[in-house]
């Protein structure tokens, strides 16, 4: 799968969708049907909702049905990952908050390298076409799609920071593991290319001569110094790899390039660049070619792939680790899980329970429904008691201006307000201290 999906969602009630309903007849319209998303888990202010999980379970369900397992083994791992679709939830939340606290975590550069290289790799060379097109395939926008993307590579910072890193190797156990795996790192000769392609298509002589300049001048400052990637992005004709930086994506063997090109760049060794090389038609041109990497056939050297030794062998020792610190997330994190949803990944000892909030009520809807809910005044043997007898306002009275101040004339016009004109007088407000309590 391209993306791996997250929740976003921030609200403590995120409306799903809004249906409607047939079409009534004219005795009775068509009511409007809102339906509000259930909540399974709370997370420092942010959810998981039922909906989003059901997305989950779908994703896991077609992941499995594409892998070699049939019958009762596909059933019990679609089982076991649906109960832990919570678990991985909670914990994708729980890393991203955690990015975010790290001063200086700067993500989307990569994000764009991301989509660059999948918009290279689907061949669009129009960036809204290729939007488009993810939003068919995925059911989301683009900026959606994004924002998942962003959330992964931020959680996964936070793992690298702050446990791969603090998990250290013995250089002998990296050579054991090499020495004891040489078959897996036994390899076929093959090349990584970058390229930069100057058309001649549809060029006349001088427009043809003029490209060939432009092209060997690209290969100067590419080889005093300059940046094959940017070179590639600003002056390539091929768009598709121009958008990568010029780079080809996958290793070219021996049989895979065309003879003139595969007798050049099999010689070199990594760093190269290539003399402008000319393209027949239909895609005539001048091609400029670096090579990135060049393996030779055999086992690769103990230095070539010590990145992939080390990642093997820090691998198994990463889980677990990763594992307690996002229990230690959770020890420190606000976090509610309700009934009927469990987090398998919940720390020990800590009280995760669901609690309800109130629903609050508004103050007034109708004045009959105040005089109706209003109560008596409060009295000491038919006395009130201070404090008790403050009007209860109806809904139109709490939208009307304020009064003016108690030191003007309420009944005043704005025009006398104004001049500085009273109107007639109004009693005084009690300022008198409130009376002795009565005994009984």
Not at 178 to 198: A, P
Not at 238 to 253: F, V
Not at 400 to 410: G, M
């Amino acid at each position: 799968m391209l993306f791996k999906f997250v929740v976003p969602s921030l609200a403590i009630f995120a409306i799903a969708a809004t249906a409607q309903t047939p079409p009534a007849t004219a005795a009775a319209p068509a009511p409007t049907v809102t339906v509000v998303e259930e909540i399974a888990a709370k997370v420092n202010g942010e959810i998981v909702t039922r909906g989003e999980l059901e997305e989950k379970y779908k994703e896991i369900e077609a992941a499995a049905k594409q892998s070699a397992l049939r019958g009762q083994q596909l059933a019990d791992a679609i089982a076991s990952a649906k109960s832990e679709a919570l678990r991985d939830e909670i914990d994708q939340l729980l890393l991203v908050q955690k990015a975010r606290d790290l001063p200086g975590l700067k993500v989307d550069a990569e994000v764009d390298k991301f989509f660059n290289d999948k918009q290279a790799e689907y061949k669009f060379n129009d960036a809204d076409k290729f939007h488009e097109f993810l939003q068919k395939q995925f059911g989301e926008t683009y900026e959606e799609l994004r924002d998942r993307k962003k959330r992964e590579i931020m959680a996964s910072k936070v793992v690298g920071y702050e446990v791969a890193s603090r998990i250290t190797v013995p250089e002998a156990d990296l050579q054991k593991y090499y020495d004891e795996h040489k078959k897996e790192f036994t390899r076929d000769e093959e090349v990584f290319l970058s390229q930069i392609l100057i058309s001649t298509e549809g060029k006349n002589n001088e427009q043809t001569a003029a490209a060939l300049l432009k092209a060997q001048d690209l290969v100067t400052r590419a080889r005093k110094g300059e940046k094959f990637a940017d070179l590639a992005r600003e002056n390539s004709d091929d768009l598709e790899t121009a958008q990568a930086g010029g780079y080809t994506g996958a290793p070219s063997k021996k049989g895979d390039l065309r003879p003139e090109l595969e007798a050049k760049v099999f010689t070199q060794k990594r760093g190269y660049i290539t003399d402008p090389i000319t393209l027949p038609p239909p895609h005539s041109g001048y091609l400029i070619v670096k090579v990135e990497e060049h393996y030779e056939a055999g086992l690769a050297s103990f230095d070539e792939v010590r990145e992939a030794v080390q990642q093997a062998v820090v691998g198994p020792k990463m889980e677990p680790k990763v594992r307690e610190y996002l229990t230690k997330l959770r020890q420190d994190a606000f976090l509610q899980i309700k009934e009927g949803y469990v987090d398998a990944g919940a720390a020990p000892g800590k009280d995760t329970r669901w609690q309800e909030v109130g629903q609050l009520k508004p103050v007034t809807t109708t004045k009959e429904e105040v005089l109706s809910r209003s109560h008596p005044k409060k009295t000491v043997l038919g006395v009130p008691i201070p404090g008790t007898t403050a009007p209860v306002r109806t809904a139109e009275e709490t939208e009307r201006p304020p009064k003016p101040s108690k030191h003007r004339n309420s009944d005043a016009t704005p025009e006398a307000i104004e001049s500085g004109a009273q109107g007639p007088k109004v009693p005084k407000e009690d300022t008198s201290p409130p009376m002795a309590p009565i005994k009984q």
